[in-house]
T-cell receptor, first 114, second 114 residues
Framework: EPEVTQTPSHQVTQMGQEVILRCVPI?????FYWYRQILGQKVEFLVS????????KSEIFDDQFSVERPDGSNFTLKIRSTKLEDSAMYFC????????????FGPGTRLTVL | AQTVTQSQPEMSVQEAETVTLSCTYD???????LFWYKQPPSRQMILVIR??????QNATENRFSVNFQKAAKSFSLKISDSQLGDTAMYFC???????????FGKGTRLHILP
């Protein structure tokens, strides 16, 4: 069964550094998402992406964050200058034909900012 | 704003027993979707069951069923004949109609004991 994949599984970075988290959504899916979960807290929506543009973003998704679909298969989340509070598990998800379709989640990337 | 509350942080039951996980939510919307996601240890979140708010009939998927009480804004998950593989974190979640972001509860960690 097709799955969403994410790399790396764990990323450690120094405060102020740029990081790129990578996701490969399910191949025929059209809607892409990023969520994050700070340790001990709820999974929170960051951004949704459709037709090569952001369709919705949360207040967390400030100018330090950007998303891109650089080719036909990858979907990336870039954090330009990481802060300690960016340490979290980041989940990518994709859904098929409509925004209300089932969202399929990847295994997550654990980002640790030192 | 919509919120989802799971009041049981952790539960343990014996294999083959039936267990019910609680979830309440708050919304002023009339059309929306409710979900239960399961996240096994070190694996990705997968959708267990989905309920459309306009449907009065409770959704079922094999051993998993929900008790959807729209007026009470309650959406509990019942797992019958629990199995060791049901050990996981379970997230209750909400999505408005015509929206694409999922709002999650904090999760209930369920342990199925042999």
């Amino acid at each position: 069964e097709p799955e969403v994949t994410q790399t790396p599984s764990h990323q450690v970075t120094q405060m102020g550094q740029e990081v790129i988290l990578r996701c490969v959504p399910i191949s025929n899916h059209l809607y892409f998402y990023w969520y994050r979960q700070i340790l001990g807290q709820k999974v929170e929506f960051l951004v949704s992406f459709y037709n090569n543009e952001i369709s919705e973003k949360s207040e967390i998704f400030d100018d330090q964050f950007s998303v891109e679909r650089p080719d036909g298969s990858n979907f990336t989340l870039k954090i330009r200058s990481t802060k300690l509070e960016d340490s979290a598990m980041y989940f990518c998800a994709s859904s098929e034909g409509t925004p209300q379709g089932t969202q399929y989640f990847g295994p997550g990337t654990r980002l640790t900012v030192l | 704003a919509q919120t989802v509350t799971q009041s049981q942080p952790e539960m343990s039951v014996q294999e083959a027993e039936t267990v019910t996980l609680s979830c309440t939510y708050d919304t002023s919307e009339n059309n929306y979707y409710l979900f239960w996601y399961k996240q096994p240890p070190s694996r990705q979140m997968i959708l267990v069951i989905r309920q459309e708010a306009y449907k009065q009939q409770n959704a079922t998927e094999n051993r998993f069923s929900v008790n959807f009480q729209k007026a009470a804004k309650s959406f509990s998950l019942k797992i019958s004949d629990s199995q060791l593989g049901d050990t996981a974190m379970y997230f209750c979640a909400f999505m408005k109609h015509r929206d694409d972001k999922i709002i999650f509860g904090k999760g209930t960690r369920l342990h199925i004991l042999p």
